[in-house]
T-cell receptor, first 116, second 117 residues
Framework: EAGVAQSPRYKIIEKRQSVAFWCNPI?????LYWYQQILGQGPKLLIQ????????DSQLPKDRFSAERLKGVDSTLKIQPAKLEDSAVYLC??????????????FGPGTRLTVL | AQKVTQAQTEISVVEKEDVTLDCVYE???????LFWYKQPPSGELVFLIR??????QNEISGRYSWNFQKSTSSFNFTITASQVVDSAVYFC??????????????FGKGTMLLVSP
């Protein structure tokens, strides 16, 4: 079974530029998550989708970050404009989870973003 | 207050030594789940184990074992006869029901394990 796919693996941009990350979850997984992992810290949830609807985006900096999951499969996370403090690894995860359940989250390889 | 505490920032051992990674959690829920993930230098988080709050049985998988104690809110991870390939950052995580009805996963800061030959 294929795992969670993410691209690109690495991205270097200058501050105030925009960037987009793509994620393809494990087939059949209804729930998709985007996490931000700053160096030396654990992943922090940015946004959670259930199919194509947003379940939790309370920690997403909505003035510059946006995400969508059209058709309930692939997802894109965008940052516009980027700031220096956005330098981090952006991890995508998926799970079978539905409401009232807790399933294991499986993670992709991540995208390492460097903002100069 | 930090919900998941991994007090050990970095541990260094020599190959074949046993090592225990500590995890202490905080929750008011009676139903919750605990996880351990491994993050090797490649960056991908690899799932190791999941345990629900009603199952306090310890678990062993090869060289890995986990000790879950609700009385002390701890979920410790032991690697027996460590190997160089065990070098990675290990994360403990807590999953609790969220207000939306969906669970949320909170990670500790991780423990970096360095195993030298």
């Amino acid at each position: 079974e294929a795992g969670v796919a993410q691209s690109p693996r690495y991205k270097i941009i200058e501050k105030r530029q925009s960037v987009a990350f793509w994620c393809n979850p494990i087939s059949g997984h209804a729930t998709l998550y985007w996490y931000q992992q700053i160096l030396g810290q654990g992943p922090k949830l940015l946004i959670q989708f259930q199919n194509n609807g947003v379940v939790d985006d309370s920690q997403l900096p909505k003035d510059r970050f946006s995400a969508e999951r059209l058709k309930g499969v692939d997802s894109t996370l965008k940052i516009q404009p980027a700031k220096l403090e956005d330098s981090a690894v952006y991890l995508c995860a998926s799970s079978l989870e539905g409401q009232g359940r807790t399933d294991t989250q499986y993670f992709g390889p991540g995208t390492r973003l460097t903002v100069l | 207050a930090q919900k998941v505490t991994q007090a050990q920032t970095e541990i260094s051992v020599v190959e074949k030594e046993d090592v225990t990674l500590d995890c202490v959690y905080e929750t008011r829920d009676t139903t919750y789940y605990l996880f351990w993930y491994k993050q090797p230098p490649s960056g991908e988080l690899v799932f190791l184990i999941r345990r629900n709050s009603f199952d306090e049985q310890n678990e062993i998988s090869g060289r890995y074992s986990w000790n879950f104690q609700k009385s002390t809110s701890s979920f410790n991870f032991t690697i027996t006869a460590s190997q160089v390939v065990d070098s990675a950052v290990y994360f403990c995580a807590l999953s609790e029901p969220g207000n939306s009805g969906y669970s949320t996963l909170t990670f500790g800061k991780g423990t970096m394990l360095l195993v030298s030959p």
